[in-house]
């Protein structure tokens, strides 16, 4: 007999992870699927999976204020469906859909921890809190990479055996880059001439390191005069920051701020070397670059955090500089640029590494052992 599952998202207009995981979970015959979304306005997803006649829901949710009417709008959709298993992601669908869950006597409650250490470095009141009462109301947490399963375990005393790591999986084989927009993009970024093309894919906020990244390249400059930094994803709280920074260390035209580009596989193909430095080994929760960087082969430079800790390993597949070391990454960048063996070896093993741990079949099969058990 097929399980009831309802899987639960907030604020998610579309994802491709989740577009798949939706339909995967829908199509099989050992659950009954249903979805509901939690947003201010009904999502793109909400609307593609209605049409192709999925049972999905959608709760109207725009700031906390609205919590009381989202639990008992969630409490109404479990009352009448009746799942086994409810599985939020994201903090809104979370705190109300298992708020509601256990109100509803739903007996496995599921939530896939997103996030890692910031709680505790950022928002030790407000944030723990939340995370305490959301692990206490979960049956089960799926940590998205080993080291959010420590943190759960040795930071949040989370029981261990309520943990399992289930890493994000994804559609390698559309990971791909068209060449024939790689000298577009270029172009668009007066990329043709510069060399290196150091790239980095962060958002602007304080524990990603980027603060370390721009004197790195400064020095970088009086090797290679014609240079570019790239930084794309270029949002965040600490934006006037680095944006002051890069005022202060570097010409203009030695570096380009890019906000949003939904052509980032072809991007990435534009770098020589992409460099990757969050600031502590836990502070990064998954860290999607990762996998992209080493799955388009371009040379990288990281420190270990986030699923790094998993599975990166020195001069294996990139190489490795310590945290918050701005001399070891313009070492690490000069050392890119001048092995071309090292450049080769890295890039082919990185490659092989993403496809053998990181496919979204991989994922499909530990969430299946989840639900099973």
């Given at each position: 007999m097929?399980?009831?599952?309802c899987?639960?998202?907030s604020h998610?207009?579309?994802?491709k992870?989740f ?5 995967y ?6 659950y009954?699927f ?6 201010e ?6 609307n593609?999976f209605k049409?192709k006649?999925?049972d999905v ?13 989202a ?5 109404g959709?479990?009352?009448k ?5 409810v599985?939020a992601n994201?903090?809104?669908a ?13 007996k496995e409650?599921?939530h ?7 709680s505790h470095l ?15 109301l979960?049956t ?8 959010v399963?420590e943190?759960?375990?040795k930071?949040?005393?989370?029981p ?7 890493p994000h999986?994804f ?5 791909t880059?068209?060449e ?11 990329l ?13 906020v304080?524990?990603?390191g980027i ?6 390249f400064k020095?970088l400059l009086?090797?290679?005069p ?6 794309a994803n270029?949002r ?6 680095l ?9 203009d035209?030695?570096?380009?701020i ?17 460099v ?11 860290g ?6 080493l799955l ?6 990281f420190t ?15 190489v ?27 890039t082919e ?9 990181y496919?979204i079949?991989d994922m ?5 052992e989840?639900?099973?058990?």
């Amino acid at each position: 007999m097929a399980k009831k599952l309802c899987w639960m998202v907030s604020h998610l207009d579309y994802s491709k992870q989740f577009d798949q995981l939706g339909q995967y979970l829908n199509n099989s015959e050992k659950y009954e699927f249903s979805y509901i979304f939690l947003a201010e306005n009904p999502p793109i997803l909400y609307n593609q999976f209605k049409e192709k006649g999925m049972d999905v829901y959608f709760v109207s949710y725009s700031s906390k204020k609205d919590v009381p009417s989202a639990v008992k709008q969630i409490y109404g959709i479990f009352k009448k469906i009746k799942p086994n298993i409810v599985h939020a992601n994201l903090f809104e669908a979370t705190f109300t859909g298992l708020i509601a869950a256990k109100m509803a006597g739903v007996k496995e409650r599921i939530h896939t921890r997103h996030h890692s250490s910031e709680s505790h470095l950022y928002y030790p009141k407000r944030a723990i809190y939340y995370d305490k009462l959301i692990n206490w109301l979960s049956t089960k947490i799926v940590a998205v990479s080993d080291i959010v399963a420590e943190v759960l375990i040795k930071m949040d005393k989370v029981p261990p055996e309520k943990v399992t790591v289930i890493p994000h999986g994804f559609m390698l084989e559309e990971m791909t880059a068209k060449e024939e927009l790689i000298p577009v993009v270029a172009k668009d970024y007066e990329l043709n001439d510069a060399y290196p093309v150091v790239g980095v894919v962060s958002r602007f906020v304080n524990w990603k390191g980027i603060q370390y990244i721009i004197p790195a390249f400064k020095k970088l400059l009086a090797d290679y005069p014609k240079a570019k930094l790239v930084m794309a994803n270029a949002r965040g709280n600490y934006s006037d920051q680095l944006r002051e920074q890069l005022k202060n260390e570097l010409d203009d035209n030695s570096y380009v701020i890019i906000n949003i580009e939904r052509r980032i596989f072809e991007l990435f193909k534009t770098f020589d070397v992409f460099v990757h430095v969050p600031v502590t080994k836990e502070v990064e929760a998954y860290g999607q670059v990762y996998i992209e960087s080493l799955l388009l082969k371009v040379p990288s430079v990281f420190t270990i955090s986030g699923i790094a800790n998993s599975f990166i390993k020195d001069k294996e597949n990139a190489v490795v500089v310590p945290h918050e070391n701005t001399e070891a990454i313009y070492e690490a960048i000069k050392l890119m640029l001048s092995d071309e063996k090292l450049r080769e070896k890295i890039t082919e093993n990185g490659y092989k590494d993403v496809w053998s741990l990181y496919h979204i079949n991989d994922m499909y099969k530990r969430l299946d052992e989840l639900y099973s058990s």
